[in-house]
Every structure is written in structure tokens, then in C-alpha cells.
């Protein structure tokens, strides 16, 4: 049963790190347009370079 | 509206306090954004074609479509209009719409929904961490095992109660202060009894911890609640944007001087300069020019009035082709236009009665529950003979599986499905529960200028006319923004030699024409007796003059529209305040068989007031001020984009293309999601029936309370998602 003081710990580091995963991918306006996002996959335009990033419109959330 | 005018509309947020200077610091370079509602983009191809097609227009420094909320937004160099993005994008095939960036700058930062969102993941990650340990619990980990995993459940659990579970103690707390037993009541003192009896258990050694019921419920209801408002945000956002399509600003005379003020500023007795083409801000009085105006949107005649000076107009009536200056009578809240605003928000509270399913639900549910777990607490103190922790243990378990989780998704569920579904056919729900509403509707009101038209003329002879003479009407109409003319030059390309053409502001247009004088223009000023149909006549030197006739321009999908409706056994009336040989061809094309012309606003809404009060479920349709009366009347309303502002506040549901057959999409998706909603709540009902009597003996285990409420939950969500 010792296991369990490492795997305890362990679980939920991996559970946080997905929680400041998910909280950084929030504050990065990831799910401004989830319908966007599902589309463009199929459009060949930026597969070579990037899009320039869309200047934040939102001063609270800089990213 | 002119281009100039728009520049106040469009600026960008940071500007919004300073009118005029529409250019936001970035670099040196001038950099302006727009951003414009298209209704019509839906697939990957669309994003490109838009993207790439803005991007290759000169001074475009960047455009970006957002899929989902269906807009772009446009980053410029302010060498562009709004009104040239718009003409670029028809061009390319879509229809487009500009939208407020003031109002757009406080929706789009949408800080609710964002912390909300942040909520859930936090109770998500708890939820999975602690559902880890309680696994373990449950299959049988016993003494010192079992309680660490109830310490370490607890350490995750407290702190994500506190934190996640905020919304629903505001409002419990909020509800019970004004003395009401609101759904978050229950909900509240379920998380918050569950978290403290397990503490309590857990320190001493007690088998059962509730803490992963705590967490869960907290998930399944923050999920709940952020669809609810993902879909309020939308409606409240789509309603607030639009309200930008008005004229904020106007082109004043000072001392002689012309100056672009807003029509905020303007009080009575300035003089006020309106161009052909654009829409008059305040009531006033004509002191000088001619013109003709177009009242359609105000009283639904299709048809421009002429008028000079001495002649009053109305705030929201169209000057359309001379220059007028008018002395201002009544300015902002006084005019007749936002007089009529203020007794639809009045007739908006009596409609605002209107109780959701969802809340008489909540109703009949939130005392049954208490007394319920009262009661339990009350019987196992007794039959204990006073064991106070047995009987606090059964009373929150009651609460704990009672607690509303799948009721708190059974309506927010089915609405989201239900107003993303409308949404991509280009309808807006703005209210709640205005499919509730629509779901009962049984009669249709139509307005016909606008709504079932276009509000746009087509000609109808033209085919019987001599090449010659409609070279020469079109190329004279080409000059003008009359609608007729507009319609005329539109619809016949061919364009002949006219020389010294003018327009006679509030008549036609005259010019020369191989020597010949040509007039185009009203019956009595070419020397015609005019008919009864819609026409501009054309008259060459002394020859006969000849009529183009006209005839207003049905919108796309009415005439499916009107026939599915009947079809479906509902009463479809047309009330217009235009004059009657309009009215009656129009319900002739579209075997409307009630229709009535000539009605006044006050008509409409006594009309719909009427049928309301024999019980009827009235849908009303319509977009002009003369209809907002009724708007508001009816049990539930809709008005396309191109409405005043006035009729789209008082409306449920705006419809944002151009093609009306989406209200059948509506009256449908409505009956269905609300059946899917009674569902829902037999499904939640369902379960308790059987749940409930297992807490009350005390047989409820944390197993059991976990199972009934993810599968009743996810039941529920899986129930709305098959809406169709």
C-alpha cells in the first residue's frame, strides 16, 4: 500500500496539470469559436505559415 | 444613412468616449476595426471566400470570421467604409450587417461566461480526482485507507465548493432574502450539507462521505447554468449589437456652418441637414427643400410622400431624394419614434408575466423537497429514539438525490440545442422563453411592407414596352434614389443618350433626350391620370405618357411560408397600413384570406390584443414602427434584421436573413423542443420516484447518490440532444 503515497500525488498532479491546461487555454480565448476552429482544419491557407495573431480586443485578457 | 455618419458607429471601443477621432493608436499607421454580422457564412468555404475576398480589397490590414458567433471582424486602415465592406461582401455573395462596437465591447468580453466556464473545469477536475478515490472507497477500502481518501476527497472538495459553488449561493441567498424559495435553495443546502456532514464523518471515522456527491452536483449544475447563459449572452448580445443599425449621429446648421454632431446633443428649435438617403433623427418641421420620404418602416405604405417646407416628419422616416433642412420639434426621448418605444417596454412588462416551464417546475419542487428531507429527519429522530447523526445522515441524503441536478439541465439543455439549431437557420432567440411561447401558437399576424415584401418594388410591364422608351426610363431613374426609380434602373440595363437630366425633388426627373424633353416621374406632373396599381410615368415630348407599374417585391420563402402554414391548419391574417388595392393583390398572391389595409398602429395591436384575448396564441411578424404595438401584444413575436430598432426590442425572435421561411423551422424546432422538456422533467421525476424512497429508509449510499445523478444528468442532455 506504500504505492499509493506516490501514485496519490501523482494522479493528481497529472489532474492539475490538465486543469492549468484548461485554464490557460481558456485565458487564450481557445473557445471564442469552436464552430471556426472545426472548419478551418479543412482550408489549406495557413498550412505553410501561421496566421498572424488577431490583436487582443480584450484588455483584461493579453495574451 | 451616409457613409460619414457611420464613421461614430463603427469606431473602435477605446474611441467610444471620444466621438469623432475613430482611430486607435497602433504604430503610426492608422489602424479602425469593424466588425459586421453575416448571417449567411456556414462552412469552411465561406471563411476563405470572405477572408481572402476582404484581404484582397486595398487598406484591408486583416480579416478574421468567427464561425460561430457568424461575424467577422475587419481590421482597416480607415481608408474604408462600412458601407464598402458591405457592397465587397454582397459582391461576393453574402449579406452582411453592421453591428455596434460599443455595445460589442461590453458582450464580447462576456466576464460571466468566462468565469463560469473556469468553474466547471475546476469542479470537472475535482469531480474526476475525487470520483478516483471514492472508486476505491466503494469497492471496499476500509479503516485508515479509507479514511485518507476521505481527508484527501475533503481537501479537494472544500475548497472547490467554495469556489465553484458561488453562483448558486448568491442566488439562494438572494432569493431567500426576498423571501422566495427559489430552485438554488435546495441546491445550496444540499452542497452544503453534504460537505459538512461528510467532514463530520470523516473525522470520525464514518463509512460514508458524500464528498463526490458535493463536487458532482456542483458540475452537473454549473453545466446547466453556463448553457443557460451561453444562450442569454447570444440573444442579449444579437439585441443590443443591432440596436447600432440607427443614426447616431446628424449634420447640423450653426450659424451657416454644417457640423456632425450627435443626435444626442440636438435639442429643439436647431436646424437639422438630412441628405437624400438618409434617415431623419429627430420630429421636425421642413423649412427648406423638397423631397419625397419614405414613411414605410413608421406606417407600412409602400409608396414615398412628398414634402416641402411646412411639413412635418418623424424620426426614422427616409429622405430620399432631395436635400432637406429641417428646425427640430422634439429631439431623443421625446420624439414619436421613442414615445412608441416606451409603450412597447410598457406592454413588454404585462407579457413578461409569462412563467417558464422551468419555473413552475422549480415551484412545485423546492418546498416538496424540503418538507421531504424535513420530515425524513423528523421520523428517523423518533424511530432512533434521537440518534442525531443517523437522522441528519438519511435528511441529507434525501436532499442529496432529490436535488434537481438533471431538472437544472432538462430546460437549459434542450433550449441551447434548440436556439443553436435556429440559430444556424438565421433566426435569434432573444427571450427565454419565447419557444415555450411559440410552441402554442395557433394564428399569424402578418405585417405585409417589409416583412412579407421587401419593402422593394419590381417592375411588372416592362416587357411590354417599347426598348427605346425603357432605355430612356432608365437612364433618367439612374440618377435618383426614389425606389421606383431605383427598381427601374436596376432591373433595365439599357442606357440611351440624355442630356442635361435633373431631378426635380418630390416630382421625377426631366432631361433632353434627342432633342426632346423627357420627364419620368408622378401621374400629374408628366400629364397623366394616375391608376390604381404603383407606377412612375414616362412621358417623350408630346407623345402618350407611358406607365411602368410596380409591384412590391415578395421576401424569399413567403410564399412556402404562408402555405406550410395553413397547410398546418393555423390562421394567417395580413394587417397593413398601406393602401388597399396593395394590400389585397398581395394576399391574393399569397392566399392570405384575412388580410385588412389602411390599419393604424393602434388598429394593429387592438387586432392582436383581440385575438390574444379570445384565447388565440398569436404569433405576429413585422418590422415597421406601426407594428410594435402589436409586437408587443402578441404572445410572441418576430421582426427581420432590416427592422427598426424600436420593433426588433419588442419582438422575441430576429430573423437575420433575408429569406423569411426559417419561422416554419421556428414553429416547429419550438414544438419540439418543448415536448423534448417535458420529457426531460419525467425522466428527472422518474428518477426520484425511485430514488427517493431508498433515502428515505436509509439505504442511500454516496454509489447510490453518484449513479442517480450522472445517468439521470446524462439521460437528460443525451434526450435534448435528439432534437431535430
Request: with cysteine; hydrophobic share 50%; proline share 5%.
Amino acid at each position: 500500500m506504500e504505492v499509493l503515497a506516490i501514485l496519490i500525488p501523482v494522479s493528481l498532479g497529472l489532474g492539475l496539470l490538465g486543469l492549468l491546461a484548461f485554464v490557460w487555454s481558456l485565458r487564450a480565448r481557445q473557445y471564442d469559436d469552436p464552430d471556426g476552429d472545426s472548419a478551418r482544419i479543412l482550408s489549406d491557407d495557413y498550412d505553410d505559415a501561421p496566421a498572424p495573431r488577431d490583436p487582443p480586443s480584450d484588455p483584461d485578457y493579453p495574451d | 444613412m451616409s457613409a460619414t455618419e457611420y464613421q461614430g458607429a463603427v469606431a473602435c471601443p477605446g474611441c467610444a468616449a471620444t466621438p469623432g477621432a475613430a482611430t486607435t493608436a497602433s504604430g503610426a499607421a492608422r489602424r479602425e476595426e469593424v466588425v459586421l454580422s453575416l448571417p449567411g457564412v456556414h462552412c469552411a468555404g465561406c471563411i476563405s471566400t470572405v477572408e481572402r475576398g476582404l484581404k484582397a480589397l486595398p487598406g484591408i490590414a486583416d480579416a478574421r470570421v468567427n464561425l460561430t458567433m457568424k461575424r467577422a471582424r475587419i481590421h482597416h486602415d480607415g481608408t474604408r467604409t462600412v458601407e464598402d465592406l458591405i457592397a465587397a461582401l454582397e459582391k461576393l455573395g453574402y449579406e452582411a450587417l453592421p453591428l455596434d462596437m460599443v455595445a460589442l465591447s461590453s458582450t464580447e468580453t462576456d466576464r460571466v461566461g468566462r468565469e463560469l466556464l473556469m468553474r466547471l473545469g475546476v469542479s470537472f477536475f475535482a469531480m474526476m480526482n475525487i470520483m478516483l478515490l471514492s472508486v476505491a472507497v466503494w469497492s471496499g477500502a476500509a479503516d485508515a485507507t479509507r479514511d485518507l481518501f476521505h481527508m484527501i476527497s475533503g481537501a479537494i472538495a472544500l475548497p472547490t465548493v467554495i469556489f465553484a459553488g458561488q453562483p448558486f449561493f448568491k442566488s439562494a441567498w438572494a432569493s431567500l432574502k426576498a423571501g422566495r424559495l427559489g430552485m438554488d435553495v435546495p441546491i445550496s443546502l444540499a452542497i452544503i450539507l453534504a460537505s459538512s456532514i461528510s467532514v463530520y464523518e470523516t473525522f470520525n471515522s464514518g463509512h460514508h462521505a458524500y464528498f463526490d456527491a458535493a463536487v458532482m452536483l456542483t458540475f452537473f449544475l454549473l453545466g446547466g447554468r453556463y448553457l443557460d447563459h451561453r444562450t442569454r449572452a447570444v440573444a442579449r448580445s444579437a439585441a443590443q449589437e443591432l440596436a447600432a443599425l440607427e443614426v447616431p449621429r446628424a449634420m447640423v446648421l450653426r450659424d451657416g456652418v454644417e457640423e456632425m454632431v450627435a443626435v444626442s446633443t440636438l435639442s429643439v428649435g436647431d436646424l437639422v441637414v438630412i441628405r437624400p438617403g438618409g434617415r431623419v433623427p429627430v420630429d421636425g418641421v421642413v423649412t427648406e427643400g423638397a423631397s419625397e420620404i419614405d414613411r414605410s418602416l413608421l406606417t407600412g405604405e409602400s409608396l414615398p410622400v412628398p414634402t416641402g417646407p411646412g411639413k412635418a416628419v418623424a424620426a426614422g422616416e427616409v429622405n430620399l431624394t432631395g436635400r432637406l433642412t429641417l428646425r427640430v420639434t422634439a429631439a431623443g426621448k421625446d420624439t414619436s419614434l421613442a414615445r412608441m418605444a416606451e409603450l412597447v417596454a410598457v406592454a413588454e412588462e404585462a407579457r413578461n408575466t409569462y412563467t417558464s416551464l422551468a419555473d413552475r417546475a422549480a415551484r412545485a419542487y423546492s418546498p416538496l423537497v424540503h418538507i421531504l428531507s424535513f420530515t425524513a429527519f423528523g421520523v428517523w429522530m423518533w424511530i432512533t429514539g434521537g440518534d442525531l447523526r443517523f437522522a441528519i445522515n438519511i435528511s441529507a441524503a434525501v436532499l442529496i438525490i432529490t436535488c434537481p441536478c438533471a431538472l437544472g439541465l432538462a430546460v437549459p439543455a434542450v433550449v441551447t440545442a434548440a436556439s443553436g439549431k435556429l440559430f444556424r437557420a438565421g433566426l435569434l432567440i432573444k427571450s427565454g422563453t419565447a419557444l415555450e411561447r411559440l410552441a402554442t401558437v395557433d394564428t399569424v399576424v402578418f405585417d405585409k411592407t417589409g416583412t412579407l415584401t421587401l419593402g422593394r418594388p419590381e417592375p411588372l410591364n416592362l416587357p411590354g414596352i417599347a426598348p427605346e422608351s425603357r432605355a430612356v426610363a432608365a437612364t433618367l431613374a439612374a440618377i435618383s434614389s426614389h425606389p421606383l426609380a431605383q427598381a427601374l434602373a436596376e432591373a433595365e440595363q439599357d442606357r440611351t443618350q440624355v442630356e442635361e437630366i435633373r431631378e426635380v425633388p418630390g416630382y421625377g426627373i426631366e432631361g433632353r433626350w434627342q432633342g426632346t424633353p423627357v420627364r419620368l416621374g408622378r401621374a400629374a406632373w408628366v400629364g397623366a391620370t394616375g391608376g390604381a396599381l404603383t407606377a412612375t410615368w414616362l412621358r417623350i415630348g408630346s407623345d402618350a405618357p407611358i406607365p411602368f407599374t410596380f409591384a412590391d417585391r415578395l421576401r424569399p420563402g413567403a410564399e412556402d411560408l404562408v402555405r406550410g402554414l395553413m397547410a398546418q391548419g393555423m390562421e394567417v391574417h395580413l394587417l397593413s397600413g398601406d393602401v388597399a388595392p396593395a394590400v389585397e393583390d398581395l394576399a391574393k398572391r399569397l392566399s392570405i384570406p384575412h388580410w385588412q389595409a389602411e390599419i393604424l398602429p393602434e388598429g394593429k395591436a387592438a387586432f392582436v390584443s383581440g385575438l390574444v384575448a379570445e384565447g388565440r396564441s398569436v404569433l405576429m411578424v413585422g418590422d415597421g414602427l406601426n407594428d410594435t404595438g402589436a409586437l408587443a401584444a402578441a404572445t410572441v413575436s418576430i421582426s427581420p434584421a432590416s427592422a427598426l430598432d424600436a420593433a426588433r426590442v419588442a419582438s422575441d425572435i430576429v430573423l437575420m436573413g433575408q429569406d423569411i421561411a426559417p419561422v416554419s423551422d421556428a414553429l416547429r424546432i419550438s414544438r419540439q423542443s418543448v415536448k423534448r422538456i417535458r420529457e426531460n422533467f419525467a425522466i428527472s421525476f422518474g428518477y426520484n420516484i425511485v430514488a427517493v424512497p431508498v433515502a428515505l429508509v436509509g439505504l442511500a449510499s454516496p454509489l447510490l447518490a453518484a449513479l442517480a445523478m450522472s445517468i439521470s444528468s446524462i439521460t437528460v442532455t443525451l434526450n435534448a440532444l435528439r432534437l431535430k
